[in-house]
């Protein structure tokens, strides 16, 4: 690829990070957190958005952050006050900027009409000061337009990151270093300089002060004065110092507790600084503005001590890992390179977290943010992962079929190869789990989309909404993840469109005039839970009733409990708005949201309280590679059903079988009776079906919420599988729904349970009349 | 296994071609499309399929269609023995496993010694074979894999 378009590319991937950052600080800012901090984050994000745009000349883009960030500015020096409008402003404007971050990168405009009013607002908000178009906001902060330059003299499509979160940093130092206190909160001075004895006992202090940076808002200064010329390096000599400048609620005893095990290895200095500005560090007297200008040269620093090193280092190979900034490990044999490549790679998008995490605040300067970044991330290509998970499928069925091969080889259990053996089935599933890892990623890709939604849809129905989302780093498969927006988005849309009342309503009815629906997501089981939860009038169980009579869904004086009546709105064809809205009634409902959950192998519930609200609940499989199976035998061959559809298994008793008209069996189960699909025939593996009272009925439930019983001959247990397509050398087969391998090597095909049991009505008068029989 | 460049000069494309029993006939089909040679081994029938679809197997963890080649060309239905073999072919972007008798040689040969197929009747060999050539005396059919599939709508109708 052209390595501008790809920087290009990293820049959009940036911009989806810092604007997810931008949301959150706006959403709390909505919610009544003035906190300089906050502001500062949106701040920086928007201006980080704006720089990088600057280096690729969007222009739109440029011009509406800029008004943005001006305005970001005037909150942030206190010029403007926050109020719930402005905040109101600020979210709208977010969707805007978010549409021209799209509308670069996938080409196109944003529409003026969208665009120009909020952009008018804004401008009255900061009384249209300083906003010639012309004028973006002082190039000389993009800090961005150099690096591109130097990106292209060397090829290396990764460097820009680093630049885009300098910029920031040199236009606002200030507030990063000196941030506002928390109440009661102290600031501490701290003087860390390891002894090589801390590094001999394999004590890191990068590790010590990220420790350290948990508790409260850090800047971490590296005292490197002491590293000699290369020539004279003892590469098992510590010879790094750190001051750290730390503002904690915790004592002076939590403190020390952070060097707990290496105090004895180390000369730790801890005293308290008074008064709330922060004052610089005793090794250098700086005023606040100095030591602004130090943290901005950080990265100056890197480079005049790379220059040191590699200036005087006859070859790479041999110069021992400065780390000066990365602080840990400094004596270990990396080589400049690597040095230069992690000073330089984009650990930025490692680090977004502006809020909440302290160590954030001192991401600004390249060096020490990379000190204590809490994990280092890369990316990857999608498809190569893949490769990766295939690769491993195939390893385990691989392993298990070898250890079954020897087992039946009829080597003794203790011998050497079955104990190997052994040992290579726990290293298969370690990197089975490993890998499956690797795909798994927070909900919060999904999530993020949902605030502007839930905005959208309120202002739309004129509904006040609050979204509070719970567990947005749930991790699931990024397969799973694809799939769910959808469910969600129409979930949401239902809960604020239907759920909620207007806010006279919710007056009336004696709840704030300000809906809250709750999205939340959490393991449990092996499974991803999600729920959504409002609380509205929750379902009218009447008029459900009256509708789903009306269309036919059921009949007119059957019985239903509560919970079956709420779970007709997940009937085909069934939507209670009474005008079919622009929002929720789009000719779909929530049987769509069902088919499309239990395509993913989940379920989905709901519980509703009239007047208080209603709850969805979603289950789904944590990955769609693997699925959790019942191996049956149907007809001499081994078939898998899926879990997710069995409800119960049962050995039909031959007085419970009855057969309608002759030919269609149904079986009694309790006070039902529901269809008995003889599973052979129904696939045609036989004509016959097995007599009654013999095998072993699987009760399943499908998408549609219809029962039946699949009958098979045996059970034979319950395996997770790994879902292999028959479609990509063959094609799809009516109520196969996929292949698997067992263990003995064989291919077992697993059931579409819902094919099965509607094909099974559909094609009641079709050819196959010769299975009435048999009893 | 490419194709002999020095003897492009005669009239048509040399190319090698990998011939097989079924019955007493003898077919070949392109080197080119072969993937390998493997034993027969026992399959999983596929439910609702063609007589000439044997079911699939496990290749190194891919699902493999296994068709037997006799029944798809309208010979008779081969009941495979462990002295069968399963070509595995590629075929448009699918992999797949031709059940045969026998694999009996590697031919080497020129587009130019290719006959068109006498106009016969029969659906079969007009969709599959693409023409025909003797060697040693004996006849041996040109085959073209394309269709060897049942296809997705058309032909389960």
New interface residues.
Partial sequence: MDPFESIKQTFFQECDELLTDAEQGLLAMEAGDADGETINAVFRAVHSVKGGAGAFGLEDLIRFAHVFETVMDDLRSGKMELTDEVAKTLLRAFDVLADHVAAARDGGAVDEGRSAPILSEMKALIGGEGLDDDDLGGDEDFGFVPMTVAIEGDDAPAFDPPAMDEAPAAFEPMADLAPEPASGARAWRIGFAPKSEMYAKANESGLVLRELARLGEMDVKLDADALPPLDQLSAETAYLHWTVLLTTEADEATIREVFEFVEDDCVLTIEPVDGQAAPPPPSSDLSDDALAAASADAPLDIAALLARVSGEAPTAETAPEPEPVAASEPAADLDVAALIAKAQAPIAPAAPAPKAEPIAKVAPSAGSSQAITPTATIRVDLDRVDRLI?AV??LV??QAMLSQQVMESGLARSSNVALGLEDLELLTREIQDSVMAIRAQPVKSVFQRMPRLAREVADMTGKRVKLVMEGEGTEVDKTVIERLTDPITHMLRNAIDHGLEDPEGRIAAGKPAEGVVRLRALHRGGRIVIELQDDGRGINRPRVRGIAVERGLIAEDAVLSDEEIDNLIFQPGFSTAETISDISGRGVGMDVVRRSIQGLGGRITISSEPGKGSKFTMSLPLTLAVLDGMVVTAAE??LVAPLSAIIESLTPRAEDVHFVGGKDAVIRIRETFVPLIDVGVA???RETALPPGQGVAVLVESEGGGKAALLVEAIQGQRQVVI???E?????????AA?T?LGD?????ILDVDALVTTQHRRKPAPRAEKRMAG | MSMIDTLSHTAGARRELIAFRIGDQEFCVDIMQVREIRGWTACTPLPRTPSYMKGVINLRGAVLPIVDLGARLGLATTEPTARHVIMVVSVGGRTLGLLVEAVSDIINMSDDMVQPTPDVACDQVKTFVKGLFAIDGRMVSLISLDRVLPETEAEAA
């Fill in positions: 295939n499928g195939e069925i691989q061959q081994t696939l045609g593996f292999k397509s028959l990509a050398n063959y094609q799809q087969i009516d109520g196969i292949a391998i090597g064989r291919v077992a095909l």
